[in-house]
């Protein structure tokens, strides 16, 4: 099958409370942690369990969800106060301005594009979002974040405020 990639399930997450600024770009103002335990399941069939922690340190800052009115009614940027809503649009931001490269026990994990884009995906369904609004975010994502001005962009300049390990289980 011509269109086999590396795809990421998550199975669960956590998130420590966040402490932001109320306005978008939202502004971390204290340290919080996001922990998404997922397998990854290679084009060959073999899977790997593993924990991604991520650490947001102050003065990092989000887009939350960049979605647009009507789309945000559904999937809004940002709900105050729902921090397991908020992780999943802030990890994303995260791994993609690290391009998806994440420190792993041995040497560095590559994340395809594809596989960040599952990890939201995953974590909103995780939340409760149905699979049928999941899957329209994620084709919006796809269509609006999926060029290479996304990937890698950190137009904040805020990469220096965030770090994420892989933790493989079993």
């Known amino acids: 099958m011509a269109n086999r990639r590396t795809k990421c399930t998550v199975e669960s997450y956590t998130v420590t ?50 979605t647009f009115w009507p789309v945000s009614l559904l999937v809004p940027q940002w709900r105050k106060g729902d921090d397991d809503y908020n992780a999943a649009p802030t990890a994303h931001d995260v791994l993609y301005i690290l391009k998806g490269i994440v420190e792993g026990e041995h040497e560095p994990v590559k994340l395809i594009r594809e596989e960040v884009d599952d990890i939201l995906r995953g974590m909103w369904r995780c939340w409760g979002m149905s699979r049928f609004v999941a899957g ?31 933790e493989t289980i079993g």
């Open 136 to 166: 329209c975010a994620d084709k919006g994502v796809e269509i609006f974040a999926g060029g290479k001005n996304h990937w890698g962009n950190d137009g904040y300049n805020v990469r220096r405020y965030v770090s994420a390990k892989w």
């Open 17 to 66: 409370p966040f402490v932001t600024t109320e306005k978008r770009p939202f502004e971390f103002c204290g340290k919080a942690i996001i922990n998404i335990w997922l397998t990854r399941t290679f084009t060959d069939g073999k899977k790997e369990r593993a924990k991604l922690v991520i650490n947001i340190y102050p003065h990092f800052m989000t887009d939350g969800a960049s």
